[in-house]
């Protein structure tokens, strides 16, 4: 098969074209650096040229520069119409893409209601399709404590996570792309749940630097949540735990 991963130079991205190209398919990356724009719409024929409903998959795990409702909203709306016009015209026979667990639970958050609509495009794409609907990476949770270092406190909430390894996200996402559209989702969590504020601790304990934990329900981006980040019950869970990724990262 052909595989065209869209955001390929990225985190999961990169490492579903190395996945599939282990089982021997053919995995083109397209991102800006390779001169493919989703928004845009630019190099999207000549990046899905050969594509057909035999051989095929084209994998969405593009990511938004904006956590914010508007230019969020406007980079997958564009980047999924321009993605889908291009798969129909190349008969392509599969779109898979990533999004996030909870994603239709939280109608407050700007960037949740941008890949909600993401989702919708390409349901009615008219493409057969596989949505793979994730929990938050082990890799972000950094990223957030640096977000709501205050000196030398962390202010995190309590909200419940269930994160797991990029490498477990991307593992899922290419398994979808080689096998058959599923016309549905597919839930992936990781193997524990945690409190975000618990994550940090856990961070810091692994790695000191100085700072503490204080537990503050009003900080940063996963404040005020719904219990929704988890997954429900029939979420496939990975095996990868946080401590034992933390201990090899």
Request: charged share 20%.
């Amino acid at each position: 098969m052909k595989i065209v991963v869209i955001g390929g130079t990225g985190l999961i991205g990169s490492q579903v074209v190395a996945l599939v190209r282990a089982n021997g398919h053919e995995a083109v990356p397209a991102a800006p650096s390779t001169g493919v724009d989703a928004v845009t719409g630019e190099g999207l024929a000549r990046a899905v040229e050969g594509a057909d409903v035999v051989v095929d998959v084209v994998v969405d795990v593009s990511n938004s520069p904006s956590f914010d409702a508007g230019p969020a909203l406007d980079f997958f709306t564009r980047s999924a119409r321009h993605l889908c016009a291009a798969e129909r015209e190349a008969g392509v026979r599969h779109h898979v893409v990533l999004s996030i667990v909870g994603v239709d639970q939280v109608p407050d958050y700007g960037y949740y209601r941008a890949k909600v609509a993401q989702e919708e495009a390409v349901r009615g794409s008219g493409v057969p399709y596989s949505i793979v609907r994730a929990t938050q990476f082990f890799e972000f949770i950094a990223p957030v404590m640096n977000m709501t270092t205050e000196g030398a406190e962390v202010r995190l909430p309590s909200t419940r996570l269930r994160p797991m390894a990029s490498a477990d996200v991307a593992a899922a996402v290419a398994e979808a792309a080689q096998g058959e559209p599923s016309d549905g989702i597919r839930e992936i969590a990781g193997p524990e749940a945690y409190g975000l504020d618990r994550l940090g601790e856990i961070t810091l304990a692994a790695k000191p630097d100085g700072r503490t934990v204080v537990t503050d329900e009003t900080a940063g981006p996963f404040a005020g949540m719904p219990d929704v980040l988890t997954g429900d019950g029939a979420a496939h869970l990975a095996s990868t735990r946080y401590e034992d990724w933390l201990r090899q990262h």
